[in-house]
């Protein structure tokens, strides 16, 4: 299902920093798990960082914990801010949502519900 909405995607030069945003309406609260995930074509897909909204704590992908920061923006969105880019942060960028009682903890990259997807591109 595609309920959810990322935005804020493009291209960035390496060092450079890209906000994403995705509308999850009605998701945000205990009830849910929401989080960012990534894929590169032919790669497996990559936990960056879920909010467990039942327990107020956020989990991240140890590669990008120190740079990748998980955020509620307001009543219906989570952001995503991402600073010092790589080019190996080159993927295509999703949020997503998954019931409380399916939620397995961790960085997660399985969810119920998706949005389609944000590009991003850093180039060196």
């Known amino acids: 299902q595609v309920q959810l909405m990322e935005s804020g995607g493009g291209s960035v030069q390496a060092g450079g920093s890209l906000r994403l945003s995705c509308a999850a309406p009605?998701?945000?609260?205990?009830?849910?798990?929401i989080g960012w995930s990534r894929q590169v074509p032919g790669k497996e897909r990559e936990g960056l960082a879920t909010?467990?909204?039942?327990?107020?704590?956020t989990h991240y992908g140890y590669s990008v914990k120190d740079r990748f920061t998980i955020s509620q923006n307001n009543e219906n969105t989570i952001d995503l801010q991402m600073n010092s880019l790589k080019p190996e942060d080159t993927a295509m960028y999703y949020c997503g949502a998954e019931f409380l009682f399916n939620c397995r903890g961790g960085a997660a990259t399985r969810f119920r519900f998706w949005g389609q997807g944000t590009q991003v591109t850093v180039s060196p």
């Open positions: 009605g998701m945000i609260n205990g009830n849910y798990c």
């Open positions: 909010m467990y909204f039942s327990t107020d704590t």
